[in-house]
């Protein structure tokens, strides 16, 4: 099985900046998929980022893209999430999460592994 393990997130002003990093451990990584989701108060989770492990393919949310960056350091087994630009809105719990697949996809039932998850929170 794999864990991962979250952290970065804290209090921020509008505007600024924040990396989440994911630090992932147990069986090898290479295959999987790698992505961001969110879930902010009252709300369903939704899809923010995703990172295919292989071959680095990216893919974005609507709401995120310009803004944020999804990466990936192999030799680390860590995924990670720039955050730039932040607004209000952007405040949530983040979750990163893991799939067997080259393609990143935007529901959460089809990830496999999920981090604990880290608040987010922009104030204005």
């Known amino acids: 099985q794999v864990q991962l393990v979250e952290s970065g997130g804290g209090l921020v002003q509008a505007g600024g900046s924040l990396r989440l990093s994911c630090a992932a451990s147990?069986?090898?990584?290479?295959?999987?998929?790698m992505g961001w989701f969110r879930q902010a108060p009252g709300k369903e989770r939704e899809f923010v980022a995703g990172?295919?492990?292989?071959?680095?393919?990216?893919y974005y949310a609507d709401s995120v893209k310009g803004r944020f960056t999804i990466s990936r350091d192999n030799a680390k087994n860590t995924v990670y999430l720039q955050m730039n630009s932040l607004k209000p809105e952007d405040t949530a719990v983040y979750y990163c999460?893991?799939?067997?697949?080259?393609?990143?996809?935007?529901?959460?039932?089809?990830?496999?592994?999920w981090g604990q998850g880290t608040q987010v929170t922009v104030s204005s």
């Open positions: 990172i295919s492990w292989r071959a680095g393919r990216t």
């Open positions: 147990g069986r090898t990584f290479s295959s999987y998929t």
């Open positions: 999460a893991g799939r067997g697949g080259l393609v990143p996809t935007t529901t959460p039932r089809e990830y496999d592994f």
